[in-house]
């Protein structure tokens, strides 16, 4: 009796292993390490004139920099980094690998998603575990540290970040420290989910035009403005961003709901300053989007190569 390869037939092939991606120590690090420079150098300047625009309305971009400025100067730009950016920074990333990588591969696993449609599931799960793990209450305290110099502005001195945080924490508990954390989630997952999705749609108009459509390495360059449009783009949720301000903001004003939801800030902010005050502090924002892109892909090789020599693990996150 001859064999099947004598005969001819084919050998039916085994379908290929979906494996979850491992996520490693050094993916961490690197992560932690970009995200802290970013943070430290234009993130936290660009952070805290987007948060003072969206809380002070009336403001301009200019106005917005007087403002920050008569509160401490060039330290001023700088308030809620430490602890609160720190620790986002150092935080956020390893919250989102660990449960993005578990979600796209669930994905791809049992509902049979192609790797693009996984990769924007992966990221809007990941945001969502990012807002209520993290950055909840550290995008609260950044916005308390922030906005809330009326103190200092009345010749008192103004509370230390950590006797803020334990008077909010005493007076509010944990939904005090977490105020605003919802619309936070919202616009982590809106962010994530569009950012993916633009960032490859621009890609693709890149791959275009440059003639790199079969899959040859972009320069950074490219990958920058890549990113730098999904990011810029991505903006679009901007009156979110200007709800969870409102909602975490100590800014006083008598016409102000005491106690606000996502529906009524919304509500609130639109009487007060119609359309236009639903998207203060557009232009920070934008430009924080591209600073991140600049920290992540032009530093990210420097960085890759410097933390693969401290743990000698190879690094296969992407940046």
């Not at 290929?16 to 490693?24: F, I, Y």
């Not at 050094?26 to 004139?49: D, I, K, R």
């Not at 730009?77 to 993005?100: C, D, N, R």
Request: charged fraction near 20%; include cysteine; charge should be positive.
């Amino acid at each position: 009796m001859a064999s099947p390869s004598a005969t001819g037939a084919a050998q039916p092939t085994a379908p290929a292993t979906l494996e979850k991606k491992p996520v490693k120590f050094s993916n961490l690090l690197l992560g932690a390490g970009l995200n802290m420079f970013e943070v430290t150098t234009l993130g936290q300047p660009l952070e805290v004139a987007k948060t003072t625009m969206a809380a002070n309305r009336k403001d301009g971009f200019t106005g917005a920099i007087g403002r920050i400025w008569g509160r401490g100067g060039v330290l001023g730009f700088y308030q809620g980094l430490i602890p609160w950016a720190w620790i986002e920074a150092s935080t956020k990333g390893a919250v989102l690998l660990f449960v993005a990588s578990d979600a796209e591969f669930r994905a791809r696993a049992l509902f049979n998603a192609n790797p693009f449609v996984a990769g924007i599931c992966g990221g809007m799960v990941g945001g969502l575990a990012q807002a209520y793990a993290t950055m909840g209450f550290c995008t609260c305290m950044k916005t308390v540290e922030i906005t809330k110099h009326k103190v200092a502005a009345q010749g008192m001195k103004p509370p230390g970040t950590l006797e803020t945080f334990m008077g909010i924490y005493r007076a509010e508990g944990i939904r005090g420290i977490n105020k605003g954390v919802n619309a936070v989630a919202v616009r982590q997952v809106t962010n994530w989910g569009s950012r993916f999705g633009l960032s490859r749609v621009a890609e693709g108009g890149i791959r275009r035009v440059t003639g790199k459509e079969h899959g040859e390495k972009l320069g950074v360059p490219e990958k920058i403005l890549a990113s730098g449009l999904g990011g810029g783009l991505s903006a679009w949720n901007q009156p979110i961003e200007v709800i969870r301000v409102e909602l975490q903001s100590k800014t006083e004003d008598p016409n102000r709901p005491k106690k606000m939801n996502v529906a009524s800030a919304f509500r609130y902010i639109y009487q007060s300053n119609g359309l236009k005050g639903l998207y203060r502090g557009v232009s920070p924002r934008i430009a924080l989007g591209v600073w991140q892109t600049i920290c992540m892909v032009a530093l990210g090789d420097v960085a890759k190569e410097a933390v693969e020599k401290l743990t000698g693990e190879e690094v296969t996150a992407k940046h």
